[in-house]
């Protein structure tokens, strides 16, 4: 039997969901009628990153939700702060861009595992596109802490508007009525050809200027592919060449981990060695860095798709000295991809091999092997891209130049710094 007492209790609680149901309900009414509905579909509107972004950046993003989605997660703080929390004081970043070769990346890993010192800094994977096989590997990182970047304007996680593909592009030579510029040859983008060159420069942008993480760091960055196998011995020796270089090598810009010749494993000498900057293992710091985004003009609108031969073909030369890196005479980091830096860009497919590697380590190789005492062979003019090589192309759309200008000033938006 039902006390009085107890009906009442009901019946409150029955009021009480229906003044709840009729707030909601007015709620959401009146959410529908007062928001525009730009509003509602803005995935941005809760993000804060927003008003830092360029504009034209922001309606790339706003197009597409795993892009806003990698934004987000691009400020998630790095893994294994419990096992390391602290970093040391003159550490020097490391950070390994990839795009998807997962079966190469898991020889990197496997090698920067055993790299003596590694504990003491961070390591920055910076990801073209968005791959789960590449995430797990990088999750199962225990050596040191691990911060994970995703270019938020990957051409790979964009399927139907640019920087991918859009259905108006002009596909082959002499197309017309439709949307793209030819580069010097004749031929247009290729959205899988030119991501390589703008994951650099996004990437470049975003750990000097925009990462919490390294903003602020004042030593230097280490810069490393997804199929370079490193000896235990890299961080060391980066870290003496970095510290020799100001005294050895007023001249030079750069410290690398091996010879600009990517097939050669040094010459064994008792000797350091200053020589054209290589793109294997290079490392600078902020003031480099920032002359080098001071000639991003130069880097934008220079009709190559290589990232590295554009440095050296415009932005080195533009400096208007040589631009040397010291090393030691016995490298540290191997590039072992069979796909060379040049080849097989155009597909995923041809860059496919069983990813065993073959790098014998010796017991030089474990520990630090450049020497204070030695003294400097400079070697001049060496062969390879400079100033007057006119570019393979693949980058003559207008649309890839701003794209690539937008980068330099992300992080700059309404500073006096703006202009690239
Ligand atoms: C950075 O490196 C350059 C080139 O080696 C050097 O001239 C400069 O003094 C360095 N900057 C700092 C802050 O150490
Ligand atoms: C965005 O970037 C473009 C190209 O670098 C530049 O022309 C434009 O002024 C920038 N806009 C803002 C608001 O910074």
């Not at 060391?236 to 810009?253: E, G, S, V, W, Y």
């Not at 200053?274 to 480099?288: C, L, Q």
């Not at 991809?337 to 590697?357: I, T």
């Amino acid at each position: 039997m039902e006390t009085p007492w107890k009906k009442q209790r009901l019946k409150d609680t029955a009021l009480c969901r229906l003044g709840i149901l009729f707030a909601v309900t007015v709620s959401v009414v009146l959410m529908l009628v007062s928001v525009p509905r730009t509003a509602l579909n803005n995935p941005f509107s809760d993000i804060d990153f927003a008003p830092n972004l360029n504009v034209s950046l922001l309606s790339v993003a706003r197009g597409n939700p795993i892009s806003v989605r990698l934004h987000k997660r691009n400020s998630f703080p790095p893994r294994n702060l419990d096992l390391y929390p602290s970093l040391g004081k003159d550490r020097v970043v490391i950070v390994l861009y990839v795009h998807n070769r997962p079966q190469y990346l898991r020889v990197t890993v496997e090698s920067l595992s055993k790299v003596e010192g590694i504990s003491e800094t961070l390591l920055i994977v910076s990801h073209d596109g968005y791959f789960e096989e590449m995430n797990k590997i990088v999750e199962s990182i225990k050596f040191c802490q691990v911060k994970q970047i995703f270019s938020p304007y990957s051409p790979h996680i964009f399927r139907e508007s640019f920087p991918g593909t859009t259905a108006n592009d002009c596909k082959n030579k002499g197309d017309e009525d439709c949307q793209g510029d030819p580069d010097q040859y004749g031929n247009h983008r290729s959205p899988k050809i030119v991501s390589l060159k703008h994951h650099w420069w996004w990437m470049m942008n975003t750990v000097w200027d925009g990462l919490e993480e390294s903003r602020d760091h004042d030593g230097h960055l280490l810069f490393i592919e997804e199929d370079h196998f490193l000896f235990p011995n890299a961080y060391r020796n980066i870290q003496t060449l970095a510290t020799l270089k100001r005294a050895k090598c007023p001249d030079c810009f750069a410290a690398n981990l091996a010879p600009s010749d990517v097939k050669s494993r040094g010459e064994g000498f008792d000797s350091l060695v200053a020589e054209r900057m290589g793109n294997v293992g290079y490392s600078f710091n902020r003031s480099v860095w920032e002359k080098i985004r001071h000639k991003a003009r130069e880097f934008c609108f220079f009709d190559d798709y290589n990232w590295d031969i554009t440095m050296w073909a415009t932005v080195f030369p533009s400096f208007g000295s040589p631009v040397y890196t010291l090393r030691g005479p016995r490298t540290s980091a191997v590039h072992f991809g069979k796909c060379g830096l040049h080849q097989g860009r155009g597909g995923e497919g041809d860059c496919m091999d069983n990813g065993v590697v073959n790098i014998e380590v010796k017991e030089t190789d474990k520990v630090v092997n450049v020497k204070k005492e030695w003294g400097v062979r400079v070697f001049e003019h060496q062969p390879g891209y400079k100033a007057g090589f006119k570019g393979w192309g693949g980058w003559g759309d207008e649309r890839d130049r701003r794209l690539c200008l937008d980068f330099a000033t992300m992080y700059r938006f309404n500073s006096r710094d703006a202009s690239p």
